[in-house]
């Protein structure tokens, strides 16, 4: 006959506590590699300067899939992207 272990409140509450750490942990990490390695990221009103296109327009373009990255509530871009999917756009035509 098996034992059967019940866990009781400060062990679920400890390995939650565990497994969020790590989760973090492993989040920060995997954030800081990608963004060391990568361009800086452009804003919205810097993207539109460099297309010469309105903010109006720039929105019209995330909606049709325009790559854009969002970090705490503000929307930017990074140019190589934005570049390769216009050039992507145009090849498709």
Known sequence: METILIPV????????KEAMKEYFEETKSSNNAELAGNEPL????????FLDISLVTLHDWIKR?????????RVYFMRSEVLEHIKMKQLEK
């Open 9 to 16: 409140e400060k062990e679920i509450k400890q390995w939650m």
């Open 65 to 73: 899939g325009l790559p854009s990255h969002k970090q705490r509530g």
């Open 42 to 49: 452009v804003s919205r009103k810097e993207i539109a300067s």
